[in-house]
């Protein structure tokens, strides 16, 4: 593959005006015009024109040119989960071809022909990429190979049926004749659509369900990928930015006197709540900030600190207005449990921290940045200049680092709001610790959970009472429920793995104050409920005097898909085997994203209440597996993750702002404390599940039953405190 993956073709489609945008999901909802298919669409003839007119275009998706080359038009944006090359592999594996000759673009902002079916719109989260495009794409392929082989066979004039296909070469063996696809693409281009075509069977699969290497990974060794951070246009200036540390502020003045003396300073730009140094590098740019003298309006959040904000959602969740997300039965009369569990804000953090590179001019907004929501950034451009949508132009870029973080406009709207400031190109880049103080952070959490066991200590009811802010009812207020229900706020509480006779889960709505949003996580309401869900479990397994592992699986009666993984996992760990003491091992098993997966963690807490991962055993079973090499980096990458978070993380306030800055205070897993994570993956026929995000719910969950198993200390708020660990005098 191509150090610049984008070729000039697909630039100019990018540019194209004319091509239908609609939004599926906003503040203010319209319903697409369509959603991708693997069929001819209304809006595909524009959208091949303006792709340079190949040879061959047979669907969104597809491209061929008369050189040969085969082009995947991507819907979904690459951040490091490996899509690209699983998507590569669901067209190569129906087209008969090999991944090598695949190449892939990114697709331009288009939810006529790329909105996502379970998102209702071009967006890439929620772990719903391949479970979205699976058949979708399996079928593009479909259809074009069998356009390419009915314009091989009417040449020769023979059945197409005759016909066999290798590597992109359409063979007819009775006369030993062939063509490649770039022979016919041009008049397999004329055909009609062939309608209904036949997909392959799993065993006739070359590529799905093996491990391929990924194909982006050779240019990201060789530091060739460029990234949105890495964008460098004609005349551009870059900047960076600084917004008011309190939540809700505003920029009252600055002097810029000291700034402006800086060698390489070209500017000083502001907005409402910020300002932008900008200068010849990036390097001039910080340095002048470090000078700036800025006054800040602190604004209504000035006194507002963690414990307000943990004390107004514990109330809300005493004495708030309760929607039911489901109820089954009614609670009856025994032996009542319950616990209360807290969790944190978490920032995200990603690798390559916040930026995106935009040119104003009375005619035209350009932008160049990585997003997971290329149709909402470019509406939010067009609503900020004035100008038409078809003149809003997005060159989608590599993302270093997604999490949901980029699910978010704020960065980009930032920047165009600069760059209306400012005669040339304006590259902004936020700092690491602009980027963690002002993240849209992840929800805090406030749960009472409750079961009633029989006299074997078994559940015959379960309680969970939620208590949180909603991170759907901005970013989607349509796809709440008609109650006022975040169904993500009891994602795997509501939908237990275990047969528990009667439940009630249910939700209370806490907004936090304006100015501090929530937004998506990693896992999202999945992580937050897995922790609460399979802590308590494993709570009620202890007290009744059970094994955890043996008391699960005879709560899975009638589900044997986590039956099966809960016992890969427990053989792989070898579950039950002796342990020295302070050493304990934890199992937590969940549904998320449609997938079914158990994680189990062992870990040493030493007297000092310092915690060592030793091991770590995944089984998942996410429906077919497509790339199984991608399955068991993205479980690895996503358990770390959830492990960071677990035992280092938490987002706090004081007088209005965010308290951590970077790595220093908001730390990760370093490489000398990741222990081995082996991933085991069942295989399996159903309908894929989703992969990214399933390793970073489960993980919490098994870490506090393992230290719960090396300690007796039972952990019900994150993140993990060294002294609740630590011995009786054994604290250094």
């Known amino acids: 593959m191509s150090a610049d993956i984008l070729s000039a073709k697909r630039r100019s489609l990018l540019k194209a005006g004319g091509l239908s945008v609609a939004f599926a999901i906003m503040a203010t909802p319209k319903a697409a015009v369509a959603m991708m298919s693997a069929h001819r669409q209304p809006g595909d003839a524009a959208a091949a024109a303006a792709d340079g007119a190949p040879a061959f275009?047979?669907?969104?998706?597809?491209?061929?040119?008369?050189?040969?080359?085969?082009?995947?038009?991507?819907?979904?944006?690459?951040?490091?989960?490996?899509?690209?090359?699983?998507?590569?592999?669901?067209?190569?594996?129906?087209?008969d071809v090999g991944l090598d000759q695949i190449q892939i673009e990114h697709a331009?902002?288009?939810?006529?022909?790329?909105?996502?079916?379970?998102?209702?719109?071009?967006?890439?989260?929620?772990?719903?990429?391949?479970?979205s495009t699976f058949t979708e794409l399996r079928l593009a392929g479909a259809v074009a190979r069998a356009l390419l082989v009915s314009a091989a066979a009417s040449k020769w004039k023979v059945a197409p049926d005759t016909c066999v296909v290798e590597r992109g070469v359409i063979y007819h063996r009775p006369s030993g004749r062939s063509l490649s696809y770039a022979q016919v693409a041009a008049a397999a281009g004329k055909l009609p659509d062939p309608g209904d075509v036949k997909l392959k069977q799993p065993s006739e699969f070359r590529l799905i369900g093996k491990p391929m290497a990924r194909l982006d990974s050779p240019d990201k060794v060789l530091g060739l990928t460029k990234f949105g951070i890495d964008v460098s246009v004609p005349a551009m200036r870059i900047a960076t930015v600084m917004a008011c540390p309190t939540r809700g502020g505003t920029l009252v003045r600055f002097d810029d006197r000291k700034t402006r003396a800086v060698h390489g300073v070209i500017d000083v730009l502001r907005i409402d709540n910020a300002v932008a140094?900008?200068?010849?590098?990036?390097?001039?740019?910080?340095?002048?900030m470090e000078l700036l003298d800025i006054t800040w309006n602190h604004g209504p959040n000035a006194n507002l600190n963690t414990k307000q904000l943990r004390d107004g959602l514990a109330d809300s969740q005493a004495n708030g207005k309760a929607v039911v997300a489901r109820e089954v039965g009614s609670r009856p009369q025994g032996d009542l449990v319950q616990a209360t569990y807290k969790m944190p804000m978490l920032a995200h953090a990603t690798m390559e921290p916040l930026n995106a590179t935009v040119h104003v001019t009375p005619e035209r907004c350009e932008i160049w940045a990585g997003t997971q929501v290329p149709t909402r950034a470019v509406a939010s451009a067009a609503k900020l200049t004035g100008l038409p949508v078809d003149k809003v132009i997005l060159h989608p870029q590599y993302l270093g680092g997604g999490f949901g973080r980029r699910l978010e406009t704020d960065y980009i709207e930032q920047a165009v709001a600069?760059?209306?400031?400012?005669?040339?190109?304006?590259?902004?880049?936020?700092?690491?610790?602009?980027?963690?103080?002002?993240?849209?952070?992840?929800?805090?959490?406030?749960?009472?959970?409750?079961?009633?066991?029989?006299?074997?200590?078994?559940?015959?009811?379960?309680?969970?009472?939620?208590?949180?802010?909603?991170?759907?009812?901005?970013?989607?207020?349509?796809?709440?429920?008609?109650?006022?229900?975040d169904r993500d706020a009891v994602e795997s509480a509501a939908d237990l793995p275990y047969a528990v006779p009667n439940l009630k889960v249910e939700w209370v709505r806490h907004d936090m104050p304006p100015g501090l949003v929530v937004g998506w996580w990693r896992g999202v309401g999945a992580l937050h409920n897995l922790f609460v869900?399979?802590?308590?479990?494993?709570?009620?397994?202890h007290r009744a005097k059970a094994d955890p592992v043996a008391w699960r699986k005879a709560l899975l009666r009638n589900n044997p898909r986590s039956t099966a993984?809960?016992?890969?996992?427990?053989?792989?760990?070898?579950?039950?085997?002796?342990?020295?003491?302070?050493?304990?091992?934890?199992?937590?098993?969940?549904?998320?994203?449609?997938?079914?997966?158990?994680?189990?963690?062992?870990?040493?807490?030493?007297?000092?209440?310092?915690?060592?991962?030793?091991?770590?055993?995944?089984?998942?079973?996410?429906?077919?597996?497509?790339?199984?090499?991608?399955?068991?980096?993205?479980?690895?990458?996503?358990?770390?993750?959830?492990?960071?978070?677990?035992?280092?993380?938490?987002?706090?306030?004081?007088?209005?702002?965010?308290?951590?800055?970077?790595?220093?205070?908001?730390?990760?897993?370093?490489?000398?404390?990741t222990p081995n994570v082996e991933v085991h993956i069942v295989p399996s026929s159903e309908a894929p599940g989703g992969i990214g995000e399933v390793g970073t719910a489960i993980a919490a969950p098994a870490l506090a039953n393992a230290i719960?198993?090396?300690?007796?200390?039972?952990?019900?708020?994150?993140?993990?405190?060294?002294?609740?660990?630590?011995?009786?005098?054994?604290?250094a």
């Not at 379970?118 to 772990?127: A, D, V």
């Not at 590259?427 to 009633?452: C, F, G, L, N, Q």
């Not at 074997?456 to 109650?483: E, H, N, Y």
Request: aromatic fraction near 8%; include cysteine.
């Open 57 to 95: 275009a047979p669907n969104a998706f597809v491209r061929i040119d008369t050189s040969g080359a085969i082009r995947l038009v991507m819907p979904m944006v690459e951040m490091g989960q490996s899509i690209y090359t699983g998507s590569s592999m669901l067209l190569a594996e129906e087209l």
């Open 108 to 131: 331009p902002p288009n939810e006529e022909l790329y909105a996502m079916k379970l998102l209702k719109g071009q967006i890439t989260g929620g772990s719903t990429s391949t479970r």
């Open 277 to 288: 140094v900008v200068a010849q590098h990036f390097w001039a740019a910080k340095r002048g």
């Open 418 to 485: 600069f760059a209306k400031l400012a005669p040339y190109p304006l590259k902004i880049i936020w700092t690491r610790e602009e980027d963690i103080r002002h993240d849209i952070v992840r929800p805090m959490y406030h749960d009472v959970i409750s079961a009633v066991v029989d006299a074997q200590g078994k559940p015959i009811w379960f309680g969970d009472r939620i208590c949180s802010g909603t991170v759907l009812g901005r970013w989607a207020p349509a796809a709440m429920r008609k109650d006022g229900l």
């Open 533 to 541: 869900v399979e802590s308590f479990f494993d709570e009620l397994a």
């Open 565 to 673: 993984v809960l016992e890969l996992a427990a053989a792989k760990m070898g579950w039950g085997s002796p342990l020295p003491p302070r050493v304990g091992r934890g199992v937590a098993l969940g549904e998320p994203f449609g997938s079914k997966v158990c994680a189990m963690v062992e870990v040493e807490v030493s007297a000092q209440g310092d915690v060592r991962l030793r091991r770590a055993v995944v089984a998942v079973d996410c429906g077919v597996p497509v790339n199984t090499g991608s399955i068991e980096a993205q479980v690895q990458g996503g358990l770390l993750f959830g492990l960071s978070a677990a035992l280092y993380n938490e987002v706090t306030i004081e007088h209005g702002a965010v308290q951590q800055s970077n790595f220093n205070d908001y730390r990760m897993i370093r490489m000398n404390e």
């Open 708 to 731: 719960f198993a090396a300690t007796g200390v039972r952990l019900r708020e994150l993140p993990i405190r060294r002294d609740q660990l630590a011995q009786k005098g054994g604290a």
